[in-house]
């Protein structure tokens, strides 16, 4: 018998903030956390996008070297942003340790800067008979170290789900760890993303002609979801978590419920591994509402995945119109903050609890004008005072994976 | 080296590198610093840099019985007087 999974904390470090306070003033005042690209002393000059979503205020991180020495930068988010689930969720030590919670956390891959620096070190100046590359270094760098740090911080035994599938690999960490609790293999999951600075993700888009550059000297006016004048993408870094827990057990040990997963569909487009497939991503949203058993008029919120190429969102507005017609509000957040990529899922699912908790949408930023390819939806362009029931989240990713999460408003949960 | 001299060495790396505070040679590295696997590889790392020649796989694998500081330096001493010979 499938069991119901509910969402009891979520946190995230974002360009536009960290913490809900933060980020709710940011939404609220549509505070963009596009800045210019840092100079990374390799890449920078050669690419073409100056602009980059950018985490530049300080974290107080309060680690110990007993858990730094495997953690390289992404791992940092993703700790921080776990430890505060956990400790949100006020679950005990005895069931953290118990194996009855495991982790679905992952990146785009790893940690590139440790990856460049474990370069640096083997073609650099150092004699060759040493040996030159440190022993930590794969375990600061390797794609599931965010998954493997938590479990080693916070002493998590259950089982480990490390996704790395780019702009989809949060969404499909909460939608897998949902998979988990609602068919009993884990009680709950500790979900999420979490990726670093890095300018070779900036210059592979910037390659395939997919980064912004029309905006390098006004940051804040990009990226442009859904506008005639979009450009592109913007590359961001943060990270961000969810507590899943089964639905009875949250609510017999008086936890607060944030939201409700209701829906998961995760497909792929079985062929090219670039292109947005219009069939791939439609059979997605009509997946995700199966699972759901919910219709289309149920959803009030799509929160889309508009990273403001040029086909990407006219290809997701003829999906989205397709199933869901013109009648649920539409808005791409990372207009505020980039294209924060595997953690793009689980920062803008955070974002949609705080705007189910507070009643309000944040609009689309820089849609001054709606490109008439992308014009049948209901799009959010100012901001909404409203009570969102259920809400859509996209994400696709490059190689052809599709999600949609479905998730219903924590309050008056029944 | 002297003795002297490699205590003064390890005892600089363990506190700038490993963040030992106020090691006792005697102390067990593990149950009293949190040293573990991980720290030995990165500290015989250490260890070539300082001695100037790179260590064999079996000499590496002989440092994994160590617990203290002065087992480190009865070790680095030994490899020391093996490669004079």
């Given at each position: 018998m499938p069991r119901r999974v509910v969402i009891t904390a979520c946190s995230a470090i974002t360009p536009i903030g960290y913490g809900k306070e933060t980020i709710?003033?940011?939404?609220?005042?549509?505070?963009?956390?596009?800045?210019?690209?840092?100079?990374?002393?390799?890449?920078?000059?050669?690419?073409?996008?100056?602009?980059?979503?950018?985490?530049?205020?300080?974290?107080?991180?309060?680690?110990?070297?007993?858990?730094?020495?495997?953690?390289?930068?992404?791992?940092?988010?993703?700790?921080?942003?776990?430890g505060d689930v956990l400790a949100q969720s006020g679950l005990d030590e005895k069931f953290i340790t118990s194996g009855r919670l495991g982790v679905a956390f992952g990146s785009t891959h790893g940690s590139p800067t440790v990856q460049?620096?474990?370069?640096?070190?083997?073609?650099?100046?150092?004699?060759?008979?040493?040996?030159?590359?440190?022993?930590?270094?794969?375990l600061r760098s390797m794609v599931h170290t965010t998954a493997v740090n938590i479990t080693r911080m916070f002493g998590i035994t259950g089982r480990v789900i490390a996704s790395s599938t780019a702009c989809t690999t949060?969404?499909?960490?909460?939608?897998?760890?949902?998979?988990?609790?609602?068919?009993?293999?884990?009680?709950?999951?500790?979900?999420?993303?979490?990726?670093?600075?890095?300018?070779?993700?900036?210059?592979?888009?910037?390659?395939?002609?997919?980064?912004?550059?029309?905006?390098?000297?006004?940051?804040?006016?990009?990226?442009?979801?859904?506008?005639?004048?979009?450009?592109?993408?913007?590359?961001?870094?943060?990270?961000?978590?969810?507590?899943?827990?089964?639905?009875?057990?949250?609510?017999?040990?008086?936890?607060?419920?944030?939201g409700e997963v209701i829906g998961f569909s995760c497909n792929n487009n079985g062929g090219d591994l670039i292109l947005p497939n219009l069939d791939g991503i439609t059979t997605t949203l009509k997946l995700a509402l199966g699972d759901a058993g919910i219709t289309p008029e149920d959803v009030d919120l799509i929160s889309a995945h508009a990273t403001a190429t040029k086909m990407g969102d006219v290809i997701e507005a003829q999906a989205i119109d397709a199933v869901y017609g013109d009648r649920p509000l539409v808005t791409g957040l990372k207009s505020y903050m980039g294209h924060c990529m595997g953690t793009c899922g689980v920062i803008e699912l955070t974002m949609l609890?705080?705007?189910?908790?507070?009643?309000?949408?944040?609009?689309?930023?820089?849609?001054?004008?709606v490109d008439p390819r992308c014009c049948m939806l209901n799009h959010v362009r100012e901001l909404v005072e409203q009570r969102i029931r259920i809400a859509a989240l996209e994400n696709f990713a490059f190689g052809g994976v599709n999600t949609c999460l479905l998730i219903k408003n924590g309050r008056h949960l029944t | 080296m002297s003795r002297d001299e490699l205590l003064t060495k390890i005892l600089a790396i363990l506190e700038d590198d490993f963040e030992f505070e106020h090691p006792g040679l005697d102390d067990n590295l593990r149950d009293e610093h949190g040293f573990d696997s991980i720290d030995a590889i990165e500290l015989l790392g250490k260890i070539e840099l300082m001695l100037g020649f790179s260590l064999s796989r079996a000499e590496k694998e002989k440092a994994m019985s160590i617990r203290t500081i002065n087992d480190i330096l009865d070790y680095i001493e030994k490899i020391q007087a093996s490669r004079q010979q």
């Open positions: 709710v003033n940011s939404l609220r005042q549509g505070k963009s956390g596009v800045k210019p690209l840092r100079d990374d002393g390799l890449l920078t000059d050669h690419i073409h996008s100056r602009v980059f979503g950018t985490v530049d205020y300080p974290i107080d991180y309060g680690f110990t070297r007993q858990y730094t020495k495997t953690m390289g930068p992404v791992a940092f988010y993703a700790c921080r942003v776990a460049r620096n474990i370069y640096k070190t083997f073609f650099g100046n150092l004699k060759e008979e040493f040996s030159s590359i440190g022993a930590v270094d794969y949060s969404s499909q960490a909460i939608g897998f760890g949902y998979e988990m609790v609602k068919y009993g293999m884990q009680d709950a999951m500790l979900c999420g993303g979490a990726d670093e600075y890095d300018t070779t993700t900036v210059a592979v888009f910037d390659n395939l002609l997919a980064c912004s550059v029309d905006f390098n000297n006004t940051p804040e006016r990009t990226p442009r979801p859904f506008d005639s004048n979009r450009d592109g993408l913007v590359v961001g870094e943060g990270g961000g978590a969810v507590l899943l827990e089964e639905y009875e057990a949250a609510k017999k040990r008086g936890a607060t419920i944030l609890l705080y705007m189910m908790e507070q009643e309000f949408v944040a609009p689309t930023l820089n849609l001054d004008n | -």
